[in-house]
């Protein structure tokens, strides 16, 4: 556990060494639980039950249990201190002393399903630009709150992705990159806010989740991709001639 400016420090480190990197982000408390993990060289067989309770009780636990808090505690000062005590205390328990080795990367990259009572909204941004933009959306979080009344209820998530050139449109073709993925169970102000975070990441050069995201303009998967989606779009056009994989949100961006 760590502060955002500590945290922000530990970025560039983090975005070169060969483990997996995952934290929470708390931005009303100042706080980032990180979870390192290094590839195990043991059979983890026996160590699968931790690591379910862990996917669990982030996945499905505490979003529940937030939601209730929503509906039944009207005093939001109340209810927020409530839901970050909450957030604080499963992330010291979970991390530090459920789980302590091991992998489970199909269910930590799982953002559920559409019977899942919560809103996401993903974001990747340039490695070397994470310092700045982590202790920056921490400040946009609480700024939108003090304007709107509206904050996240569920820990933000991150996690570092390798440069992979093995796709055309890899947001991470060049670098490696930082995600944020804000996480809310909350309805209402959720989509003003999931607008107001696309101008917040398109500000600092973020690369979207593209089913994920509100008010792109229709030309930004080119500014991000570049001359690779002029490519992408040329040979797509010669292999499907009429469009029969694409559908209408697709079309806004990729057409």
């Not at 982000?25 to 059979?43: G, S």
């Not at 820990?155 to 804000?182: H, K």
Request: hydrophobic letters at 40%; aromatic letters at 14%.
């Amino acid at each position: 556990r760590c502060t955002v400016k500590a945290f922000s420090a530990a970025v560039e480190k983090l975005s070169k060494v060969d483990i997996g990197v995952k934290f929470y982000l708390l931005p009303f408390r100042d706080c980032v639980y990180l979870d390192l993990r290094k590839r195990a060289t043991q059979d983890l067989a026996t160590r699968k039950i931790p690591w379910k309770i862990k996917d669990w009780g982030e996945s499905t636990v505490l979003p529940h249990v937030f939601k209730s808090l929503n509906r039944i505690v009207p005093v939001s000062g109340v209810r927020y201190r409530m839901i970050d005590a909450f957030s604080r205390a499963t992330q010291g328990i979970v991390n530090n002393r459920l789980v302590r080795s091991g992998s489970n990367a199909t269910a930590q990259s799982n953002v559920g399903h559409d019977s899942d009572p919560m809103h996401y909204s993903t974001w990747l941004f340039p490695a070397g630009d994470f310092a700045i933009v982590v202790q920056t959306y921490a400040e946009f979080c609480r700024r939108i709150h003090e304007e709107t009344g509206f904050r996240c209820d569920m820990p933000t998530v991150g996690f570092r992705v390798s440069a992979d050139r093995s796709a055309m449109l890899s947001p991470c073709f060049d670098e490696p990159m930082f995600a944020l993925r804000a996480v809310s169970t909350q309805s209402a102000g959720w989509e003003d806010f999931a607008i107001d975070f696309a101008e917040f990441a398109q500000h600092w050069g973020g690369s979207p989740f593209f089913n994920q995201t509100r008010s792109l303009s229709p030309d930004y998967a080119s500014e991000i991709f570049g001359s690779r989606f002029s490519f992408f779009r040329k040979i797509r056009r010669q292999l499907d001639p009429d469009n029969r994989m694409m559908n209408p949100f697709l079309s806004q961006y990729f057409l």
